[in-house]
């Protein structure tokens, strides 16, 4: 008997390490490809910046002192920097407005279809899912072209003798929020629609008999039922809102940046190479923080709830 479970454990040992074995090559390509890149950023942020852009290979930690304070050009004294702190706020409050707002139009169009009978449901899948046939830049400019001061709304609203002259939209916040509303609301569709899929309605029918509000079925059956869906939904749409950079470019204007466009400034016209890979780990790891949040919520809901 001994020597049968020694046998196997030799067995399961062989095993593993040809499974290691198996997994090298592809660990070593995840390891290359997506860790390499981080580590080049992460060294260049602690390098000084060349004159015309590019690195000078000595160490410095300028470029993190320059993420949130600014240098006085005359006595050298350290002051907080205002236009990183702003853009900062812009693109938190940016994404997480649009989060708001796709989860607000996500939801009863995700319900909406949940309830179809089965053979309608891929067609109006099939629709939410048209735009992502198209390239981001151009469904950006399709937006553009609506909320402009001579697009299609103010057009519009002079008509019907709403507004005297057209409502300046474009190149501001809205704009921004507008346009990354409509490019990311089928990321939140989606995940909020595979969770209802598998709502069991009963429970709701039972809410009813027990003479619950609609208010009531939603707030204690439907919503944590599908929390699941709403947090990857809000995943989704959260982190690449946080970090765009063609939405704010083409409907800002270049006046109301975002995180993803100070990052770019500094690579090109700023020349920083430093102060841009600086940015860049700093954005990671807020988007990193917010997915530890979302995690850690998940995680104690289900506890919760069982």
């Keep these: 008997m001994a020597d049968a479970a020694e046998a196997a454990k030799n067995r399961e040992r062989r095993d593993l390490r040809n499974r290691w074995l198996l997994s090298t090559p592809a ?15 992460l060294l ?21 002192v320059s993420v949130l304070l600014e240098r006085d050009i005359f006595d050298d004294t350290l002051s907080i920097a205002d236009a990183h702190l702003t853009i900062f706020l812009r693109s938190v409050k940016l994404a997480l407005g649009t989060t708001l707002l796709t989860l607000l139009f996500g939801f009863p169009t995700a319900y909406f279809i949940a309830t179809r009978p089965e ?10 899912t048209i735009p992502f046939w198209t390239n981001l830049l151009i469904r950006t400019f399709a937006v553009l072209e609506i909320i402009r001061n001579e697009g299609m709304v103010n057009s519009l609203l002079l008509d019907l ?10 190149f501001t916040d809205f704009a921004i929020m507008v346009g990354m509303v409509y490019v ?8 909020l629609y595979a969770s209802m899929e598998k709502l069991d309605f009963r429970l709701i029918e039972a809410g009813y008999d027990l003479y619950a509000t609609r208010f009531k079925v939603l707030r204690r059956i439907i919503f944590p039922l ?3 869906g709403v947090i990857a939904g809000s995943i989704l749409v959260f982190i690449p809102a946080l970090g765009a950079y063609v939405t ?15 990052i770019e400034l500094q690579f090109g016209q700023g020349r920083n ?6 940015l860049s780990i700093t954005l990671m790891a807020i988007v990193m923080v917010a997915l530890l949040a979302y995690v850690r919520n998940a995680g104690s809901s289900e506890v919760r709830h069982g």
Excluded: C, H
């Design 226 to 228: 599908v929390k699941p």
């Design 44 to 64: 260049y942020s602690f390098l000084a910046p060349g004159p015309y852009g590019d690195v000078k290979w000595q160490f410095s930690t300028d470029a993190w």
């Design 184 to 191: 990311y609301l089928p990321l939140m569709v989606l995940p």
């Design 248 to 262: 704010p470019s083409v409907l800002g204007g270049g006046k109301n940046l975002m995180l993803g466009n100070l």
């Design 273 to 278: 190479w430093p102060l841009g890979a600086a």
């Design 161 to 170: 003798g709403l507004i005297e002259r057209p409502i300046q939209m474009l």
């Design 27 to 41: 660990l070593l390509i995840i390891l290359v490809a997506a860790t390499g890149p981080l580590l080049i950023v």
């Design 119 to 128: 053979r309608m449901r891929e067609v109006w899948l099939f629709l939410i």
